[in-house]
């Protein structure tokens, strides 16, 4: 979540918000970022009642060993029109790469400048 901060500016270039979300509780929030990963430059939401209720409409609450009850490590980018344009399911341990989101931005950016221009 922390690598995010690095590249809030080149997110932000390409008129796209973080946001993170999961099903702790919002005081589990303030805790991680004062005591484990730092002050976060972008929003978390708290998916926490009813418990995954958004992880589970977006098919990645776990039900499952191991771990169940929380959400898979997933990133989902929305496009201007609310559809999806990518999502991905991580290892739990694993930290996306920013590049992989910031290339479907660019794309979806140069998509956009061709509607407006035809």
């Known amino acids: 979540m922390a690598a995010y901060n690095d590249d809030d500016e080149k997110f932000a270039a390409l008129d796209a918000q973080v946001v993170g979300i999961s099903v702790d509780s919002p005081n589990n929030h303030v805790a991680l970022q004062r005591h484990e990963v730092g002050e976060l430059k972008h929003p978390m939401c708290s998916d926490f009642y009813p418990h995954g209720a958004v992880a589970e409409k977006y098919g990645i609450l776990r039900l499952n060993d191991p771990i169940p009850g929380i ?21 739990l341990g694993e930290q996306p790469d920013n590049e992989d989101c910031l290339a479907v931005l660019r794309r979806l950016k140069a998509e956009e400048k061709k509607q407006i221009v035809a």
């Open 71 to 91: 959400s898979e490590r997933a990133v989902f980018i929305v496009d201007k029109k609310g559809r999806i344009a990518f999502s991905a399911v991580y290892h």
